[in-house]
């Protein structure tokens, strides 16, 4: 596990779009896992930007989140599927993109779905990720287990407050998730976790001791041979 350490936010976001750039022209068809957040916002601000100058082609490529509220309606304006089409999916040309659906009358057959999915898809060349300030990755939450395929996940008190602040108080906040599990981030080819801010200073310490913490779901992608952990100055403790 490698760690990169950017003088900026904008710094961040750059490197992360140099290293999408460059897995997009090695390989016009690829197939990227994606992440929602405030982090990745300047990426794919930076890849939207590429593509109007006519630098990048997204035509043969496909995604698929990682995660979604649930139960959540798509078109509600904190679904991740809203998030994504709001700052990427409407501004660029994707083949196709997935998002698990928060609606999805019976969820672990949406999950089932998800994973042959990807699976068909061959897998993900390049997956971002980012870190919840427990060292939750994607949905996956702290525990003394983890399934490996996708599934049905409560959130833990952690999440919900870190994700409050993106709900009114006349909206329901959900309480539950779906998302990818280990073994389909794990297949990525290439993994890219973006953090920023002091809140996850503590938690990256942690994650670069070469322990593996069985309560730091993020602290599993040592096992993992090609990991890039991209933070700013913040993040890093400075």
Do not use: W
């Not at 003394?144 to 999440?159: C, H, K, N, R």
Request: glycine share 6%; proline share 4%.
């Amino acid at each position: 596990m490698k760690k990169v350490v950017c003088d900026t936010y904008d710094d961040l976001s750059l490197f992360a779009a140099d290293i999408f750039t460059r897995q997009l022209k090695s390989k016009a068809d690829s197939v990227f896992g994606l992440a929602t957040g405030s982090t990745p916002i300047g990426l794919y601000d930076e890849l939207v930007r590429r593509y109007n100058a006519g630098e990048i082609d997204f035509s043969n490529a496909r995604s698929f989140n990682l995660d979604e509220y649930y139960p959540i309606d798509p078109g509600h304006p904190q679904s991740y599927r809203s998030f994504m089409e709001k700052h990427l999916f409407s501004r660029v040309n994707f083949s196709s993109t997935r998002v698990l659906d928060g609606e999805a009358s019976n969820p672990h057959a949406e999950c089932a779905a998800y994973d042959a999915e990807v699976e068909a898809a061959g897998g993900i060349d390049l997956q971002l990720l980012g870190l919840g300030v427990n060292g939750h990755i994607a949905f996956i939450e702290p525990d003394t287990s983890y399934p490996l395929a996708s599934y049905l996940v409560e959130l833990a008190g952690d999440t919900l407050k870190a994700n409050s602040r993106f709900f009114t108080e006349d909206e329901k906040q959900p309480t539950s998730a779906l998302s990818a599990g280990l073994s389909t981030i794990f297949s990525s080819k290439h993994i890219m976790m973006l953090v920023t801010g002091a809140n996850k200073a503590e938690v990256i310490k942690k994650m670069f001791e070469g322990v593996v913490y069985t309560d730091i779901p993020a602290s599993l992608l040592h096992l993992h041979p090609n990991v890039t952990v991209v933070v700013d100055k913040a993040a890093n403790g400075e």
